[in-house]
């Protein structure tokens, strides 16, 4: 897997094949990696390789699920990790 480095004003202290990290992504196993991002959430996160990219396989979910007046389904996109888009989120809560 690949991770990204972060610098931050506490540097993680990592023992390790790595003497010294500076910012940018570096290719290490998978169970390097996992444990670097848990251990130091702040300084890594992972880099999603091309090709893994979820989008396109679940386009239909990044549509906002809202129905219409007209009864046609929304089709602007999703916020993030919600099931609609930001027009729809909001009368939803609204509603709520
Ligand atoms: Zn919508």
Do not use: W
């Amino acid at each position: 897997m690949k991770v990204r480095f972060k610098p931050t004003q506490v540097l993680p202290i990592y023992v390790g094949s790595f003497g010294e990290f500076t910012e940018g992504e570096y290719e290490v196993d998978d169970e390097v990696g996992k444990y670097l991002i848990e251990t130091f959430p702040d300084n890594f996160e992972e880099v999603k390789e091309e090709g893994e990219e979820v989008e396109d396989a679940d386009e239909d979910n990044l549509r906002c699920q809202a129905i219409t007046r007209s009864g046609k389904r929304c089709t602007r996109k999703v916020v993030p990790g919600e099931k609609f888009c930001a027009i729809h989120l909001k009368y939803k809560e609204s509603e709520e």
